[in-house]
RNA sequence: GGAGACGUCGCAUAGUCCGGCCGAGUGCACCACCCUGCUAAGGUGGAGUCCCCGUAAGGGGACCAGGGGUUCAAAUCCCCUCGUCUCCGCCA
C-alpha cells in the first residue's frame, strides 16, 4: 500500500509512477479525494463520540431521578453517533478500494513501459556452441529418464510432471547448493506453508493482477502459495521487528503452485512453465534506507548461483509496467536455453520498499522510537526451472550431461548423467 | 467427528458471575533519576499501538483475539469467526 501521507502531500509523485507503469494517474485523484473524505467522516464522528462519552458519565453520576430524562436524551445522541461511525467505516472501506489501485512508486530509473520494454544491464558468458544438434532438456530428460511428463499427465493433467532418478537428485541438489550458500550469507532456512489464508494472500498484493494464476480452495477458504513469498512475507505480519542490526534474511523452501491460466499453448513442452514446482526464495526485511542496496545483494548472489553453475545468462531491468504492484524495481536474470536461442527468465528478484510491508503491518523501531514500516525484498535462488537451463547447456553428443563442478558435491560427487541403455 | 475450557497493555496475571468509578490494577522485565559501596536490594518517576485536528504545545478518538448485536453506556451480556489447550473417536 501506498504511504498515505505521500499520496497527500505528494500526489504528483505517485502520478508520475503510474504513468511510467502505464496505469491511469486519475486513480491518485480519486485516492486522494477518499482520503479527504474519510478524515471529514472520522473528525465528525470523533466530535460526536466525545460528546456521548461526556454524557455517558454524567447519566452514570447522575441521581436516580435524574436518570430517566438523561437517558432518553441520550439516545437521539447515541443515533447519531451510530450513523457517524457507519459513515466512517463506508469512508475507509471507499479510501481503502481506491489506495489499493494504487501500484508501488517505481523507483528512479526503472525503464518505462510493458514487457518489452526492459533494459539489458549485462549479459555473462559465452553463448555455447555445439559440434552436434543440441536436445532440448526434454529430450534429455527423457535419455536420462529424469523427466516423465506422460505419468505426470495421467496422474495430474497437463503440465505436471515426475522428476525421477537423476532429475530428482539434480533438483534436490540445486536447492542445497542454493540453501548451503544462503546460509553463509545469513539467510535463516524457513520451510513454509503453502496454503495460506485470503488475507494473507491478498496482503503480500497476489491477488490482484495474479489472482487468476492462484489456485483456492474455497472449501476451506485457502489459496495454494505461488511462491514461498507469500509465507515469507505473511511470517512476521502484524509485528514489530529489529532491524537496527542488519536485514531479516530468510530462505524459504517451498513448493509453489501456478495455474498458468492465460498462457494455453505457450511453453507446453517439458518443465518449463509447470504447474507445480520447488522454489528456494531469498527474502529481506530491512530499514528502506538500505533496500536498493539489499537488492544489488540479493542479485549478486542470484547471479553467482547461475556463474557457478556453468550458465550463459542476461541480467535485465524490468520495465515499470511489467513490475508487479508491490514492487518498486525488478531484475530479471534469464538464462541462455540453446534449443530456444532465447534467454528465459530463472531468477526474479524484487524491491519492493515498504508497500507490502506497509499493506501487512509489519514494522521496525526507528531511532527515535517511532514505528515504521520496513522494506521487503525477495529474489529466487533456485527452482525447478533451472535444470532446463543445466541440461541443455552441459549436454553432450551422447546424450549426457557434464554436472557442473559447484553441483557435484551434491551429488555424491558425480560428475556426469549418463543416458539409461 | 464429538465434549469441554480458554484468548486482557513485552511476559505472567486481576477484572467478566452482579455493564458505568476500567484504556484497565498487580508482579516481573524495561528506561531515567535517587539512595546505597557491593554484585544484589530499596525509593521516585516514566513508559503501549493506531488514527484525527494542530506549525507546535496540546486536544480528541479507537483498540481487552477478530467481526457483528443488545444498551444512554460493553473487557464485562448475546451471536458468529479464528486460534490455543484437554478428553474421546478417527487416522493413507
Known amino acids: ?156 493433467g497437463a503440465r505436471f510432471h515426475y522428476l525421477k532418478g537423476v532429475g530428482a537428485r539434480l533438483e534436490l541438489a540445486l536447492m542445497n547448493m542454493g540453501l548451503d550458500r544462503a546460509i553463509a550469507a545469513g539467510f535463516t532456512p524457513l520451510i513454509t506453508p503453502t496454503l495460506v489464508r485470503p488475507e494473507i494472500m491478498n ?26 513469498e507469500v509465507a515469507l512475507a505473511g511470517y512476521h505480519a502484524d509485528e514489530i521487528i529489529d532491524v537496527s542490526n542488519g536485514p531479516v534474511r530468510y530462505a524459504g523452501w517451498s513448493t509453489c503452485y501456478r495455474s498458468e491460466a492465460g498462457s494455453h499453448g505457450k511453453d507446453t513442452r517439458g518443465i518449463i512453465r509447470v504447474h507445480q514446482f520447488n522454489k528456494l526464495e531469498m527474502f529481506s526485511y530491512i530499514d528502506p534506507a538500505d533496500a ?31 513490475l508487479g504492484s508491490s514492487a518498486a524495481r525488478k531484475y530479471d536474470v534469464e538464462a541462455w536455453v540453446p534449443t530456444q536461442g532465447a534467454y528465459r527468465e530463472l531468477t526474479s528478484t524484487s524491491n519492493c520498499t515498504t508497500f507490502q510491508a506497509r499493506r501487512l503491518d509489519i514494522r521496525h523501531r526507528t531511532e527515535s522510537g517511532k514505528t515504521a514500516p520496513v522494506a521487503t525484498l ?28 559447484a553441483l557435484r558435491g551434491y551429488l555424491g560427487g558425480l560428475e556426469r548423467l549418463e543416458p539409461v541403455a
Do not use: C
Open 378 to 405: 525477495n529474489g529466487t535462488l533456485a527452482t525447478t526451472r533451472w535444470l532446463v537451463a543445466i541440461l541443455e547447456t552441459h549436454q553432450q553428443a551422447d546424450g549426457s550431461v557434464v554436472v557442473p563442478e
Open 1 to 156: 500500500m501506498i504511504d498515505p501521507v505521500l499520496l497527500r502531500e505528494n500526489p504528483d509523485l505517485i502520478k508520475r509512477s503510474q504513468e511510467l507503469r502505464g496505469e491511469s494517474s486519475e486513480y491518485v485523484d480519486e485516492a486522494v479525494a477518499a482520503d479527504a473524505a474519510r478524515r471529514t467522516a472520522i473528525t465528525v464522528f470523533e466530535a460526536l463520540r466525545a460528546e456521548q462519552n461526556a454524557f455517558g458519565k454524567q447519566v452514570a453520576q447522575a441521581p436516580k431521578d435524574a436518570k430517566a430524562a438523561l437517558v432518553a436524551q441520550a439516545q437521539e445522541l447515541a443515533g447519531r453517533v451510530k450513523a457517524a461511525n457507519q459513515a466512517v467505516s463506508d469512508a475507509e472501506a471507499s479510501f481503502t478500494l481506491a489506495v489499493q489501485k494504487l501500484g508501488n512508486i517505481v523507483l528512479d530509473g526503472v525503464p518505462a513501459g510493458g514487457e518489452d520494454d526492459y533494459i539489458v544491464l549485462r549479459e555473462v558468458g559465452e553463448i555455447p556452441a555445439f559440434a552436434f544438434e543440441p536436445r532440448d532438456h526434454l529430450e534429455i530428460g527423457e535419455l536420462l529418464d529424469a523427466i516423465d511428463m506422460p505419468r505426470g499427465a495421467k496422474v495430474s
Open 292 to 322: 536498493e542496496a539489499e537488492h544489488q545483494r540479493l542479485l549478486a548472489w542470484q547471479e553467482g548461483m547461475l556463474q557457478d553453475l556453468g550458465l550463459t545468462y542476461r541480467v535485465i531491468d524490468t520495465a515499470a509496467g511489467d
Open 203 to 228: 496482503g503480500t498484493g497476489f491477488l490482484g493482477a495474479h489472482a487468476d494464476e492462484v489456485y483456492y480452495l474455497p472449501e476451506q477458504e485457502l489459496y495454494l502459495t505461488g511462491t514461498s
